[in-house]
């Protein structure tokens, strides 16, 4: 009687055992599924993110571009507006430099005609 309940109570630790040890590798699985699972959904964001990362990345270099070129650019049309300004200056000298010039001849003709008129006016008289 005492054999058979050892063996009874062997019997049943066992089956306490394999169902204790089918729960652990149960266990076990859904812990490794849950993780996987957690680090699938983070390595979506991460994905996400080193997308959005090279997205930036490329618009920053765009813009850098178009930056230099727009710097560019604007020195060009700053040394066109300098070169304007400089032709104006000198399109100014030149006027006046030209008024100058007829109010000479102005003030020789004026002289010459008084001269001529006087030269004339004694052998008129």
Do not use: C
């Amino acid at each position: 009687m005492l054999s058979r309940l050892l063996k009874e109570h062997q019997a049943k630790q066992n089956e306490r055992k394999e169902l204790q040890e089918k729960r652990r590798r149960e266990a076990i699985a859904a812990a490794t599924a849950l993780t996987e699972a957690l680090v699938d959904h983070l390595n979506v964001g991460v994905a996400q993110a080193y997308v959005n990362q090279r997205k930036l990345d490329h618009e920053v270099k765009t813009l850098q571009i178009q930056a230099s070129q727009f710097a560019k650019q604007t020195a060009q049309w700053i040394s066109m507006v300098e070169n304007f300004n400089q032709a104006l200056k000198e399109i100014g000298d030149v006027e006046n430099w030209a008024r100058s010039i007829e109010m000479d001849m102005r003030t020789i003709a004026t002289a010459l005609d008084y001269v001529h008129r006087g030269q004339l006016q004694p052998a008129t008289s």
